[in-house]
């Protein structure tokens, strides 16, 4: 039964992946399907309140990229890459970290990669160093955001170990950040010479426009609408630690609280509103972005392949759970198996949606859970992750590739010091106290 349902995850998975789109979704309601006529398995309950959560963060983002915040902070990106362009390899994957921690989601990166590719290219320097480790970063940036899908999940998992929001932040954001500098030291040790049979590209340096000038509807609405979303997701923040912000009413005599699952949906399609408002921003035009776009095939593909991941772990707990305390007993170890699950699901979110629960039965520390959470990251083992397929089509010097035994790709090294790093860090933090 443990083989047949991995099988089908993996082909649900590996389908998906090189079909994109929504076809995530599709075939994971086929997986589940198949679950229950071929190995007579109960299905897992479908992830509403996850989708209610991306939903509004998407929205709130589809405004600002119609009011011309999301073209404001990649062209400030550009500006800053650019303005240092042979120290690339360093600036590159840190750039690329805060747009998509402001952004909430790591396909923002599709947007700055191109630039990225160009200007190695003009200074002599082998795109893949700077591409690679910018597709790592845009993965660690997502994880660390407070609006992205992945925080969503895995706040509300731990928030029920009494865990908070700002206690995953101190966690998670220095040991990303820490992680993905190792990584780029790493990195910028190894030959950064163009290929062989590759020249660099010689231009004349042109003096960079002001972004502010470049956007169509001007400075003042992008400024305001990054403003209204950072505000927005700092409202998040604080109404989930603090419950003395939480709405709160009188219910048979006794005062209730503003659930936290409702708190992110409600301050974010608030956001959303306000930002529609001030900026006079024509509806339509929002759900016409790319952001939008994305963002709502993001959210229905995890509808179907969180649904099929869960329902896999599910049918199969009692299976996993004596593999895991046979063979990987320590409570460490359980990072291990998050790097393993994400790079079969190949989505960070959904494998802390399916996985994290299997270490709660377990009886792991959530502390521990938390400290390697940046093992879930490693959708990047198996080259089929859309940001990766990017890079390497955007490289015409061909040095970003899928090697000739495909695990031997670009971007396995970046990725796998970036999270045994981050981990590192993480467990040094919470024994340190910082949790």
């Known amino acids: 039964m443990l083989l047949i349902g991995l099988s089908i995850l993996l082909l649900a998975s590996f389908l998906g992946s090189r079909l994109q789109g929504i076809s995530l979704s599709m075939l994971g309601g086929l997986g589940v399907w198949l679950f229950m006529l071929v190995l ?25 990229e119609a009011a011309g915040g999301l073209n404001y902070l990649v062209q400030l990106a550009e500006l800053c890459i650019r303005k240092h362009p042979r120290s690339i390899i360093y600036i590159s ?28 290219k003009e200074v002599g320097i082998r795109p893949e160093r700077p591409l690679s480790l910018s597709v790592i970063a845009a993965l660690h940036g997502a994880l660390a955001s407070p609006i992205s899908s992945i925080m969503v999940i895995l706040s509300g998992i731990l928030r029920v170990s009494g865990i908070e929001m700002v206690s995953i932040f101190k966690i ?14 790493v990195t ?3 030959r950064k010479t163009m290929p062989k049979g590759a020249t ?49 009413w009188e219910f048979n005599g006794a005062t209730v609280l503003l659930p936290s699952g409702y708190i992110m949906p409600i301050v974010m399609l608030s956001t959303a509103a306000s930002i529609m408002l001030l900026c006079r921003i024509a509806p339509n035009a929002i759900t016409q972005g790319k952001a939008f776009t994305a963002g709502v095939q993001g959210m229905f593909s ?11 772990v599910e049918s199969n707990q009692l299976v996993l759970l004596q593999f895991i305390e046979t063979y990987l007993s320590k409570p460490w170890q359980f990072s291990i198996v998050l790097l393993f699950m994400s790079s079969i699901i190949g989505s960070s979110a959904t494998t802390v949606k399916a996985i994290f629960p299997l270490g709660i039965a377990l009886g792991i520390p959530p502390k521990i859970l938390l400290a ?5 990251n490693g959708v990047f083992i198996i080259p089929i992750y859309p940001t990766m397929l990017a890079a390497i089509h955007l490289d015409t010097t061909g040095s970003t590739r899928i090697g000739k035994f495909v ?14 790093g981050a981990i590192g860090i993480g467990f040094f933090l919470v024994y340190i106290g910082g949790l």
């Open 172 to 185: 998670i954001i220095p040991s990303t950040v820490g992680g993905l500098l190792m990584a780029t030291f």
């Open 93 to 120: 994957p840190m750039v690329t970290y805060a747009i998509t921690f402001l952004g909430g989601t790591n396909h923002i990166a599709y947007s700055i990669l191109p630039v990225i590719s160009e200007v190695s």
């Open 40 to 64: 007579n398995a109960t299905p897992a309950d479908p992830p509403f309140q996850i989708m209610l959560c991306i939903a509004a963060v998407v929205a709130a983002v589809g405004t600002i």
């Open 188 to 190: 910028s040790l190894l």
């Open 372 to 376: 390697s959470a940046a093992a879930v």
């Open 302 to 312: 995890i509808l179907g392949i969180a649904w099929l991941s869960s329902t896999f």
């Open 200 to 248: 660099a590209t010689e231009q004349a340096t042109t003096a960079m426009a002001d972004p502010l000038t470049l956007l169509p509807r001007g400075a003042r609405v992008a400024k305001l609408s990054i403003v209204c979303f950072l505000l927005g997701s700092l409202a998040t923040v604080l109404i989930d630690a603090l419950p003395s912000l939480r709405p709160c």
């Open 407 to 420: 695990f031997n790709h670009s971007f396995m090294l970046p990725g796998l010091v970036s999270i045994a």
